[in-house]
T-cell receptor
Framework: LAKTTQPISMDSYEGQEVNITCSHN???????ITWYQQFPSQGPRFIIQGYKTKVTNEVASLFIPADRKSSTLSLPRVSLSDTAVYYCLVVGTGGFKTIFGAGTRLFVKA | DTGVSQNPRHKITKRGQNVTFRCDPISEHNRLYWYRQTLGQGPEFLTY????????KSRLLSDRFSAERPKGSFSTLEIQRTEQGDSAMYLCASSLEGGRYEQYFGPGTRLTVT
């Protein structure tokens, strides 16, 4: 399973765009990159998943360069309610053993 | 469907007692996962079921821990002879088959061992 590395914490202000980068140097050909969000006292919630290039949904965008050794989660115009921990995971297509790291604690200030 | 549910939400027990947690997954999901999460850490994988078969167990899951998923529906996680180090949030998640499918997490059961 590919190990991921992401910043421990980030601060931002309301209305700004936030980019959280994750490195996964040992990603395998069949692996997908997945991001989850977790609020205190709740279980993680799926945000977005991608294999290569760019994926966008109503919540975020995910940018994956051609070598796939890193990825960037982009949150447009964050609000106070985006304060949470964000986890980057690498998951195989048959994968079941999901490895969460410590995540990135994003703190959005007014 | 209202999502993944877990009961109880909180459990306080004395060291040495046995505890059992229940997880009800989303009905059409055939995969079910258990995780443990301590303060400031990400969820740690404990075990996983595909239908009623337990296919993987983490080394974190000592002999005091046992999980079942009878008939491939709800699942239970039992901890025998609890220790203070077992205090954590126990999370359950379910998904469709295949690693590409997102996992839906329940709200967790917070265990405190005194």
């Amino acid at each position: 399973l590919a190990k991921t590395t992401q910043p421990i914490s980030m601060d931002s202000y309301e209305g700004q765009e936030v980019n959280i980068t994750c490195s996964h140097n040992n990603i395998a050909t069949n692996d997908y990159i997945t991001w989850y969000q977790q609020f205190p006292s709740q279980g993680p919630r799926f945000i977005i998943q991608g294999y290569k290039t760019k994926v966008t949904n109503e919540v975020a965008s995910l940018f994956i360069p051609a070598d796939r050794k890193s990825s960037t989660l982009s949150l447009p115009r964050v609000s106070l309610s985006d304060t949470a921990v964000y986890y980057c995971l690498v998951v195989g297509t048959g994968g079941f053993k999901t490895i969460f790291g410590a995540g990135t604690r994003l703190f959005v200030k007014a | 469907d209202t999502g993944v549910s877990q009961n109880p939400r909180h459990k306080i027990t004395k060291r040495g007692q046995n505890v059992t947690f229940r997880c009800d997954p989303i009905s059409e999901h055939n995969r079910l996962y258990w995780y443990r999460q301590t303060l400031g850490q990400g969820p740690e994988f404990l075990t996983y079921f595909q239908n009623e078969a337990q296919l993987e167990k983490s080394r974190l899951l000592s002999d005091r821990f046992s999980a079942e998923r009878p008939k491939g529906s709800f699942s239970t996680l039992e901890i025998q002879r609890t220790e203070q180090g077992d205090s954590a949030m126990y999370l359950c998640a379910s998904s469709l088959e295949g690693g590409r499918y997102e996992q839906y997490f329940g709200p967790g059961t917070r265990l405190t061992v005194t």
